[in-house]
């Protein structure tokens, strides 16, 4: 959760880190033979191209395995809403985030790592294996307070409170606050979004053998759009969204959740 480099926008961030405690602390997890993830936010208001990548730069110093980087969402309920609700801010602006995007995208290829997903890149070896289980809508349990899972066919969200979620399992009952059934529509639809956000895409045997049914024929009709716009391409047993696609990745999501 690293986020910036610039001390101007962690503080915006509520960060209180420094370049120099981010590198006794991954020196320290390296030292121990843990791999390292760092996380990062571009798109901030009043954030320079050139700052961004001076934090890659650095980001890269410490030599991570993994890195993530999001751009900026604005929250509901949150200090930074509010300065760029009352004009104390700017909005982020989406064209300087998606020169951002594209300058990250370059510099991390060039020192060796690899991006596997819409925000993630790593180095070779070192690709989150817990996430893609996320990215592939493969089931999970979810343990602890507040955790979701999913898991024959419904997805969980448990008890928010650790004091009564303790007290749940003491008393041997499942800690489970809400249920939500998901049928067979929209876990093919998850599917869809969900595998592609990742660059190997969406394996269409694999989705045949799951649904019984064809991806290519679920989906006849936002498949041709996307095909003919150059935003999707079947290659190698996979559907895949193009590099074009990945700026404006949400337009290809959408047309799976019909």
Do not use: K
């Not at 024929?217 to 969204?241: F, I, K, M, S």
């Amino acid at each position: 959760g690293v986020q910036s480099f610039e001390p101007r926008l962690a503080a915006l961030l509520d960060r209180h880190h420094t370049l120099e405690t981010v590198r006794q602390t991954v020196a320290s997890a390296q030292a121990l033979g843990l791999s390292v993830a760092l996380d990062f936010i571009y798109g901030l208001p009043t954030q320079t191209l050139c700052e961004w990548n001076a934090t890659l730069d650095q980001a890269i110093a410490v030599n991570p395995d993994h890195l993530s980087l999001y751009a900026l969402s604005i929250e509901e309920a949150t200090r930074l809403r509010a300065l760029i609700q009352r004009g104390a801010l700017r909005a982020p602006e989406a064209d300087l985030a998606a020169e951002m995007y594209r300058s990250a995208q370059a510099q991390l290829a060039r020192h060796g790592y690899e991006q596997y997903e819409l925000s993630n890149w790593a180095r070779p070896g070192h690709a989150c294996r817990h996430n893609q289980v996320y990215w592939r809508n493969e089931p999970w349990l979810g343990l602890g307070a507040g955790a979701h899972g999913w898991l024959d066919g419904r997805r969980s969200e448990n008890i928010a409170s650790p004091t009564r979620y303790v007290a749940s399992v003491r008393a041997n009952r499942l800690p489970v606050a809400h249920f939500e059934p998901i049928d067979r529509h929209v876990e093919m639809s998850e599917t869809m979004v969900l595998g592609l956000r990742m660059r190997q895409g969406v394996d269409l045997a694999a989705f045949a053998r799951r649904f019984g049914c064809r991806l290519e024929d679920v989906y006849a009709e936002p498949l041709a759009e996307l095909t003919d716009w150059g935003l999707v391409v079947c290659a190698d047993g996979r559907l895949q969204l193009t590099p074009a696609a990945l700026l404006v990745a949400n337009e290809v999501f959408v047309r799976f959740l019909g």
